[in-house]
Every structure is written in C-alpha cells, then in structure tokens.
T-cell receptor, first 111, second 117 residues
Framework: DQQVKQNSPSLSVQEGRISILNCDYT??????FLWYKKYPAEGPTFLIS?????DKNEDGRFTVFLNKSAKHLSLHIVPSQPGDSAVYFC??????????FGTGTSLTVIP | DAMVIQNPRYQVTQFGKPVTLSCSQT?????MYWYQQKSSQAPKLLFH???????NEADTPDNFQSRRPNTSFCFLDIRSPGLGDAAMYLC????????????????FGPGTRLTVL
C-alpha cells in the first residue's frame, strides 16, 4: 500500500516559469516531509523539508506547501531553470526513522 | 568529498548465488538505511540501523539480511537472489532523528544496481 503518492510521473515547464510538483499521502501520523532531487546515476539529494506543524517553508527558489487537512504537499520552483531538470521525490517520515517515498516526478525545464 | 559510498556501483549475480553490497560513510551518522528501488517505483525501506540496533521493516523478505560492524560500514546480504530482486539498492545515513528534533535529512549514496541472471 503506497502511503505517499506522486500521481504525475512527468512534468515539462518553460524556463523562467513556475514548476509545481504535487504529492499526496494517506497516513496522518507523518510528522515530517521532505523533497529530494535525483539526477541520473546519482543518489537522491535533499532539497527542502517541512514539519507537520508548519504550512510553508521557503528556501530561495524552492517553496514547499503543506495542507494537512487535504494530506497534500507541493513543491514550487520559481523561476525554473534548466538545471532543475531531474526526478523529484516526495518523502514522509513517521516518528523515528521510517521514511516513505513517492514514485517520483520527472521534471524537464525547457530552455 | 564522497560522504556515502556504495560499492560496487553495478553488481551482477546469478540466480540463487549470495551477494553482498556494501556502504560506507564519512559523516559519523548514527543511522544507516537500506532501500530497494525497482524501475519506476518508489524507494522502499528494507531496514535501518540506529547505532547497532537493527530495525527490520515488517514486509522485508527474510532473504535480505544486514550487518553493521561499525559506525562507518553497513552491508546488505542477499542470501539467495531471485529475478525479482534485481533493482537499485540505495544506502542512506542520517543523524539521530529520535532526539526530539523535527527531523533530519538523509544523505544517499549513488546506489548499486543489481542484476540477477
């Protein structure tokens, strides 16, 4: 049973525009959410995170929004750059060291 | 500077032949994780070590075992690989996430791609 879902396998965006990547989850006990970015032949690298007690966290061009009532989070990248082209994974943590990942969304930023 | 190293990057084994994947870290993190990721699927947590304490996920097959002889190293042993075990295996580390903090990020290695013939 997939507890973290990324329903869009791929997304294409023009350079300079906003990229919005979405993630849904089912377990209300998740207390921490993370986004990872993955380039081919590399492991995922941490991008940004948000605690379940917050609804927004911003870091430069990246903003994560959390809607707990809808069990939904999103990652906004603005402005999008060609170097942002990668696979983005959403992950959620249960208290402790259990992390659950989504299947990823492949973002292509078109120059 | 490499922080989480996985060797080898590519591993080919035969059906039923035991195989060991290795992971090392220079971060001195308490926690080490092993994930299995099959094509187009989410990375799936197999187990993790919190220091020397081993934590197995309930649905991890018995065919998968792990060893952590010291803080820096962690091994994934697949006792009798089947065709369905072909996947990317990711090792990750993190600091103690049980100390009351709001969480800590995981640092991933590049993965080992396992092929079973």
């Amino acid at each position: 049973d997939q507890q973290v879902k990324q329903n869009s396998p791929s997304l294409s965006v023009q350079e300079g525009r906003i990229s919005i990547l979405n993630c849904d989850y089912t377990n209300s006990m998740f207390d921490y959410f993370l986004w990872y970015k993955k380039y081919p032949a590399e492991g995922p690298t941490f991008l940004i995170s948000i605690s379940s007690i917050k609804d927004k966290n911003e870091d430069g061009r990246f903003t994560v929004f959390l809607n707990k009532s809808a069990k939904h989070l999103s990652l906004h990248i603005v402005p999008s750059q060609p170097g942002d082209s990668a696979v983005y994974f959403c992950a959620a943590r249960l208290t402790g060291n259990q992390f659950y990942f989504g299947t990823g969304t492949s973002l292509t930023v078109i120059p | 500077d490499a922080m989480v190293i996985q060797n080898p990057r590519y591993q080919v084994t035969q059906f039923g032949k035991p195989v060991t994947l290795s992971c090392s870290q220079t971060l001195n993190h308490n926690v080490m994780y092993w994930y299995q990721q099959k094509s187009s699927q989410a990375p799936k947590l197999l187990f993790h070590y919190y220091d020397k304490d081993f934590n197995n996920e309930a649905d991890t097959p018995d065919n998968f075992q792990s060893r952590r002889p010291n803080t820096s190293f962690c091994f994934l042993d697949i006792r009798s690989p089947g065709l369905g075990d072909a996947a990317m295996y990711l090792c990750a580390t993190s600091r103690d996430t049980l100390a009351g903090g709001l969480g800590d990020t995981q640092y991933f290695g590049p993965g080992t791609r396992l092929t079973v013939l």
